[in-house]
């Protein structure tokens, strides 16, 4: 059972279904049918609603500002890796988000969709020189540095540029995000962050050096969290670090705490964004006013599934329906190139037949045309379909088209955003030329 099949579920405090919802027994996307859009634009298609994205966004931004003081200060950083089509990030840079990148690449696509470098933070364990030397010259917010090399080299580029590099480190809090192995990152046994322990030193370290401007504290301890108990566990223990440094005169501005809240894929039921934040800011605002009355503090927030994952599906079309001894295959042409996320991770999205039939239902292995039984969309699922049919792969809208390939010589599916009911052509399919 899908929690997609009932229309008045309230997913992270807001209707999710409102804007994929049937008219007329065709699924649409704000009310613009997905059969006509396939007639125009062909498919395997990324479908992503406007309205659904903003909604996402504000979802964060909204709360933020109630808590906003005049010295309690906040940044949502929309996590570009999520997806980074230039139309998403040029209307959430118009939203007033700042933008975490883990590449220089993706900080071109920030700067390309005309949004502000100077509200980018830099993540990521692998940094090279020219990469630091490409956001030195744009100027960005801060690097949220992951180990002590790392902050040498900063170091040494600022000084061959003239400049002062603002930075953060991203500790690594040691604690359990109860989420997927692949995608939790908060553990000792992670690659990622600097351990706890190293840090006070690390930042004594880095207040030395002359090109290094310590402002703040980060990490991230993993995606697809369902529960804010680790996060606000996460917090605890920034704060403490934060004191810690306070003592030795070593004055922080930020405290970001990484990626956002987990989303429903079947039937998760996330903490609500604005319960998970009104709990944040109840305990900053607490503990700044009693220990740092007058100082003024950001809090930073770099969600990414949370914003774009709802907010998008991938159609597909079946080609071949199979029967190999008692299993059912249907053949669609969405492969793992176009989403990777089942076979890399073996999640589930929902599926939902663009035209709701009446006939009989079998159970099908939604699977792609590429070489490698690894290849599959959706497994075990009971539906009434045909060849030529239309299918709506849910949630697609976040490490979907940003993890895609083109494996098996495949070109990219092309990527629409509805907008008041328009179709635009956001991204053009890829052709073999
Ligand atoms: N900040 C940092 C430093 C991150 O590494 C990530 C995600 C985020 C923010 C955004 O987290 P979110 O709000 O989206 O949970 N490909 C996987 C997810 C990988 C997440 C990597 N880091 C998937 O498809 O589930």
């Known amino acids: ?20 919802f049937y008219q007329n027994d065709t699924l649409t996307v704000d009310g613009v049918p997905l059969d006509k859009l396939a007639m125009q634009y062909g498919t395997p298609l990324y479908v992503y609603s406007k309205a659904a994205l903003t909604e996402h966004f504000r979802q964060y931004a909204d709360v933020c500002k109630q808590f906003e003081t005049d010295d309690i200060r906040s940044l949502v950083c929309y996590s570009v890796k999520s997806n980074s089509n230039l139309a998403i990030l040029n209307i959430l840079g118009r939203e007033g988000a700042g933008f975490d990148i883990v590449s220089g690449g993706e900080l071109l696509r920030v700067i390309a969709a005309g949004c502000d470098s100077r509200k980018v933070i830099f993540s990521g364990v692998g940094k090279t ?32 540029m003239g ?41 004594e370290e880095a207040a030395r050096m002359p090109h290094i401007e310590v402002t703040g504290i980060d990490c991230h301890i993993g995606s697809q969290l369902l529960d804010d108990a680790p996060l606000l566990e996460a917090l605890d223990k920034l704060i403490d670090l934060f004191d810690q440094l306070a003592q030795k005169e070593i004055e922080l501005k930020h405290i970001d705490i990484g990626g956002g809240i987990g989303i429903t894929y079947d039937n998760e039921i996330p903490v609500a964004i604005s319960d998970y934040l009104t709990r944040i800011f109840g305990k900053i605002t607490a503990w700044k006013n009693a220990k740092y009355p ?61 035209a709701k039939r009446q006939t009989e239902t079998k159970t099908y292995d939604i699977v792609g045309p590429i070489c490698e039984s690894g290849d599959w969309l959706a497994r075990q699922r009971t539906l009434s379909i045909e060849t030529d049919d239309l299918l709506a792969i849910m949630s697609a809208g976040a490490y979907g088209m940003a993890m895609s390939s083109n494996y098996n010589t495949r ?15 956001i991204r053009k399919r890829e052709r073999p030329e």
């Not at 059972?1 to 994929?20: C, E, G, R």
């Not at 630091?132 to 002590?148: G, Q, Y």
């Not at 995000?177 to 690390?202: M, V």
């Open 1 to 20: 059972h899908s929690s997609w099949q009932f229309a008045d579920i309230t997913l992270n405090n807001m209707k999710t279904a409102q804007h994929f």
């Open 129 to 160: 020189a020219s990469e630091i030397r490409l956001a030195l010259e744009h100027d960005i917010l801060c690097f949220n540095v992951e180990s002590f090399a790392e902050l040498r080299r900063i170091n040494r580029i600022a000084a061959e």
């Open 163 to 203: 400049k002062k590099a603002r930075v953060s480190f991203r500790v690594n809090p040691n604690v359990d995000p109860k989420t997927h192995p692949y995608i939790s990152t908060g553990l000792k046994e992670n690659k990622f962050g600097i351990p706890y322990e190293e840090a006070l030193a690390g930042y």
């Open 294 to 354: 007058g100082q003024s503090i950001s809090m930073m927030f770099e969600p990414g599934r949370s914003i774009s994952g709802n907010a998008g599906l991938l159609l597909t079309q079946v080609q071949y329906l199979k029967t190999n001894s008692d299993k059912n295959f249907a053949i669609v042409d969405a492969a793992m190139n176009d989403l990777m996320r089942p076979s890399l991770y073996e999640s589930w999205h929902t599926v939902l037949p663009v």
């Open 411 to 425: 070109g990219r599916a092309a990527e629409i955003l509805i907008d008041d009911k328009k179709a635009y052509l």
